[in-house]
């Protein structure tokens, strides 16, 4: 299966089915990746794997007398994305079915472009960057975050490990999704890919956070299982497995610590 058709199967329909939840696990993360991003008030801004829409809706905001953008592969998340945007609101807001390797943006026609952990996927880096940079005008701005490798005693990759162990799924086939996730986890292919599609003045700034995976932690267990269509899990295992989720709950919920590159770039003049 390649990351396309994840997208646009039961991995889209679940994103697409529980918005809220999946922005709340990176929502720690937007307030360093916009700071980054510095969009003015008129500017044009492209949001690459703009997903449900929600980057796109804080760009938009943050760019009232511009245009923002949104394109993304997966079918069942921009008709989400779409649901959710009230074209009152944001009447600049429109969003594009398409893979940003390859769509056919308008030449030089951004100021900026961002993406919320959307860049990982692509099958060639450098290709996708290109065209990225061919839709920016000279002198424009590139904003992203992507995973960085992930620690063996990082909370998140702990916790979650632990729930799939107990699920039996510890030594599952990593899928292309989980494969491309850790892409660009590596600082110095960063540099070469994004140096070799033209960018300079790239910063990679490394930001540790946390991600929210549900209320308590029978809400976060829930959820964690309705990432496996079909999956029945007994009730003494559903009980181990909340076991290793209360050491993180918190009155703001299940909280795993995660950290992310936070990367900038920008197009010569």
């Given amino acids: 299966m390649t990351v396309t058709d994840a997208w646009n199967g039961q991995l889209g329909r679940h994103w697409a089915d529980h918005p809220d939840r999946y922005n709340a696990m990176v929502a720690r ?7 980054a991003a510095a969009i003015g008030a008129e500017d044009r801004v492209l949001d690459i794997g703009c997903g449900s829409g929600f980057s796109t809706r804080i760009a938009a905001r943050r760019a009232p007398r511009g245009r923002v953008t949104g394109v993304d592969i997966s079918v069942p998340l921009l008709e989400r994305a779409r649901t959710r945007t ?14 940003a390797q390859v769509h056919p943006f308008e030449p030089a026609g951004y100021d900026v472009a961002i993406s919320r952990g959307g860049v990982m996927f692509f099958v060639d880096h450098i290709a996708a960057f290109t065209n990225i940079g061919r839709a920016l005008r000279p002198g424009g701005r590139l904003a992203f975050i992507c995973p960085q490798p992930p620690s063996p005693d990082g909370e ?15 030594h599952a086939v990593e899928n292309a999704v989980a494969v491309a996730m850790a892409s660009l986890s590596d600082p110095e292919r960063l540099r070469k890919v994004l140096g070799a599609a033209g960018f300079e003045e790239i910063g990679i700034v490394p930001v540790t956070a946390t ?7 029978a809400d976060a267990v829930d959820f964690f299982v309705s990432r496996t269509p079909g999956l029945t899990v007994s009730d003494e295992t559903r009980a181990s497995m909340m076991d290793a989720l209360l050491p993180y709950e918190t009155a703001e919920g299940v909280l795993l610590r995660a950290g992310v590159w936070v990367v900038g770039a920008r197009l010569p003049l």
């Avoid at 609101?89 to 893979?99: A, I, K, M, N, R």
């Avoid at 990759?157 to 039996?168: Q, T």
């Avoid at 991600?211 to 932690?217: F, I, K, L």
């Fill in 156 to 170: 998140e990759r702990k916790a979650l490990g632990l729930l799939a162990s107990l699920l039996g799924q510890e």
């Fill in 29 to 35: 993360f937007d307030e360093p990746l916009f700071d």
């Fill in 211 to 217: 991600t929210c995976w549900g209320r308590d932690a």
């Fill in 86 to 99: 009230d074209a009152g609101e944001f009447p600049s807001v429109s969003y594009e079915l398409g893979d």
